[in-house]
């Protein structure tokens, strides 16, 4: 921080606002740089102070400043000139509630991650695993979760102060044999449709894929196969926290 002696009154509070305009968020990650030649000046943990108000910091006045809060997405102040000799307050709307995603069960994923989306768009906000707790922005997200097949959530409303909760099931466990090299394809069995999955590495005899439960079909042929009428279905069955053999 640049503390201006001569100045030794010019302070500064910066207030994270929540839905009703009040400076009750904290805990943030706080960039502030210079406006003019983009400079990064400072960066802080927004912290409350011993009466429960934010801290105050201590800004050159020469300069003017833009304020940066790490929040999920992240939100930026407009231009700011602090005025010498007084207190000034720098205000960013940045209300938050909390996301929760929790596996039911036991979890055989070593990291399970969703990807956070502003809602209606390809915007990647975060990438967060599975049974934390994390605050984004009050509004509304999309979720791709990266289970196999990938579980999608769309517009999930983060609401100021409440957490919002997403459960999936466990998964089970596919076991798969493979007698000889073969090319094909996983497919889920939803509304009657068959809905791409995943493709086979038909190179590796035995193989161990975490699956959401579900109904589904394996279709493949021999690599070497030089006729399609050759090409064979499997149906099989995936239930959480059971391991389901399949050799073909």
Known sequence: MVINQALNNTTVQ????????????TDVPMTIFDADNGQMVENVIHTMNGKGVPDTLYLDPVRRYRVVAHTKPAVQSDVVEIVPGRHNVIPLNTPQGSLFLKMGGITKYPRLQ???????????????????????IVGGYDLEILTVP?????????????????EIPSPGTLQLSLGKDVKGAVFQRVDNKLEWVMDLNGSIPKQFINMQPGE???????????????????????????VTQLAI
């Open 114 to 136: 969703a990807i956070v989306r502003k809602g209606n768009s390809m915007q990647t906000i975060n990438a967060q695993e599975f049974n934390t707790t994390e605050k984004y």
């Open 216 to 242: 589904y079909t394996v279709v493949y042929r021999v690599a070497g196969e030089t006729r399609t009428l050759y090409s064979k279905n499997k149906v099989f069955k995936i239930n959480s926290g059971a």
């Open 150 to 166: 990938r579980l999608k959530f769309n517009s999930v409303q983060i609401k100021q102060n409440q957490t919002f909760t997403i």
């Open 14 to 25: 910066i207030n994270l606002l929540d839905n009703q305009g009040m400076p009750r968020e």
